[in-house]
């Protein structure tokens, strides 16, 4: 089920009434209900697939109860390796099993060594496997590492590990945040409701409007690269960029928002990375939970910082390499990490990582300084062209699109694959950017206006938009539905 989709609109208000109006007087039915609630809107995919959910969830919830348990050091240890290899087996399985086969073949090809390729299989990859195999590991580690006691109630760990407006694409939450609220009692709280439904606003203008109006120029440029100047592959690799973002951030935003409107706080996912001063505040600020949680259980037990800098190099380089090949199971996910590490590493370097840990650009300025503007444009171009890898089908075709720029420089003016105005296009981002620079104090408060009427014409503008950009033709789903 889309979050996009009529079937969600009817889905979102249905569960909501239940939740508050026939299940509120006690929490166990509420949360009984809302795994149920849950289940059916991940099953509505694939409900084969809700096996694996109840499998990592089982696995999970006694390794934790083992690890508590248990005073030898050895044994809780090995109690964590169940629940590292489980999930890490089902991850590695369906995501893949595929990859390293045929990595293999081509391997033993270059060697001379033809072999078949008769060990793949017709694997489905199961939306949401990425995160909710991390959820629950992060759950058994913090358990493990004794920063957390396991809860009791499989309901209530059931209900954290599926929590339908995060099961799919994220935020990946640990159980110190997000299981603690579902075990506590919850109030309907009207104030609460009305900013989860200014964020879910906010993230369905960024989906529809932003995205999805943008996918079909993106998609032409990039099966066509070869037909096209240098001007058009620049447009195509910056208009990806925006369309990432509003496609990963505007499911966010619904998720937080949706959550919300249960009583629930989704941590933060997003938080204006395109405005970042370099590409260590970018990756402060973009997918905060994924960066979040290889900080915390990959980063630090290999000794993150406080090691030599050569190891803390080398702990840099693993985490990109890991976390670009979380995203898929193609070597040009691991590039993409890879040259990540390579633009991470001087920064790190030169001891400016963490200067921009608690501030915003312009921070109580109207406008960016020249050296920040400066910042920022070179970041974006960074990160964007490193997006070449991300998008591509192929290391050969992201060499090919970068040569295609290099050697075929020259400009010509786009047409639109649907025949619709490209100036509209660049009037619209222009705006959007106008306008998250205006926010972009407070990633939750997308129409903080004082007046009232303000606040009317913004709605009544984002409304208009999602009216206009709406089209049938063009696929709907999440681009992070793949990792």
Known sequence: MLF????????????????????RKKIQLQNLFILVASYLFYGL????????IIASTLVDFFVGQAIHKST?????KGWLWVSVLFNIGLLGFFKYYNFFINSWIDFTSLLGYEQQSSWTLQIIL??????????????SLDIYYKRLVPTKNLISFATFVSFFPQLVAGPIERASNLLSQITAKRKFNYIQCKEGL????????????????IAPIVDDIFANYSEYPASTLILGVSLFSFQVYGDFSGYSDIAIGTAKLFGIELMSNFKFPNFSRNVAEYWQRWHVSLSTWFRHYVYIPLGGSRVSKLKSVRNIIIIFLVSGFWHGANWTFIVWGAIHAILYIPV?????NRIYMNTVVAENKWFPSGIEILQIFSTFLLVTFSRVFFRSQSITDAFEFLKQIFTNFSFESYEHPLGYRMIDYFILLGLFVLYEYRIRKDERAPFKFKSRI??????????????????????????????
């Not at 569960?15 to 026939?22: E, M, S, T």
């Not at 030898?72 to 809780?76: A, E, F, I, M």
């Not at 909710?132 to 759950?139: A, E, I, L, N, R």
């Not at 200014?198 to 109006?213: M, N, Q, R, S, T």
């Open 4 to 23: 996009n989709s009529l079937d969600f609109f009817i889905f979102l208000p249905v569960v909501f009434i239940l939740y508050w109006y026939i299940f």
């Open 45 to 52: 995919w694939d409900w084969r697939f809700l096996f694996l």
């Open 72 to 76: 030898n050091h050895k044994t809780r």
């Open 126 to 139: 199961p939306v949401g496997i990425s995160f909710y195999t991390f959820q629950t590991m992060s759950y």
């Open 198 to 213: 200014k964020l879910i606003l906010w993230g369905l203008f960024k989906k529809v409007v932003i995205a999805d109006a």
């Open 348 to 352: 790190f370097l030169m001891g400016r």
């Open 454 to 483: 303000v606040r009317f014409i913004a709605y009544t503008l984002v409304i208009l938009g999602m009216l206009l950009f709406y089209d049938d033709h063009i696929d709907r789903s999440f681009i992070y539905f793949q990792f």
